[in-house]
Each structure stands twice: as structure tokens, then as C-alpha cells.
């Protein structure tokens, strides 16, 4: 991110199993400490239960 980008909200969209958590996680990653990350995702089976545990 930019100094310019300081301050904003960035929602990150896509389909399912799209990078969409990569891709966001990264962009968190460049900014360092005092970024908030939220992931939201629904299960609907065992693997994504176990991808959201962890």
C-alpha cells in the first residue's frame, strides 16, 4: 500500500477459493502493524469448517 491508501477501507471480492484471502492478507502484510483483517466465509461442509478453524 501506499502512503496515500492510510486510512481506508479496501473490501477484497471474489468466488469462492478466488486468492481472495491471499490477496488480502498481503496487501496487510505491506502495511504493517495496525492493519484489522476480517475474513468472512460460511461452511458448508468438513473442509471449509476446518479452514475456518484454523
Do not use: C, H, W
Not at 6 to 23: L, P
Request: zero cysteines.
Amino acid at each position: 500500500m501506499t502512503p496515500s491508501e492510510t486510512g481506508r477501507i479496501v473490501f477484497v471480492t471474489g468466488g469462492a477459493r478466488s486468492g481472495k484471502s491471499t490477496f488480502a492478507e498481503r496487501r496487510a502484510a505491506q502495511n504493517g502493524p495496525g492493519v484489522t483483517y476480517l475474513a468472512t466465509a460460511q461452511a458448508f461442509d468438513d473442509e471449509m469448517n476446518d479452514r475456518i478453524a484454523r
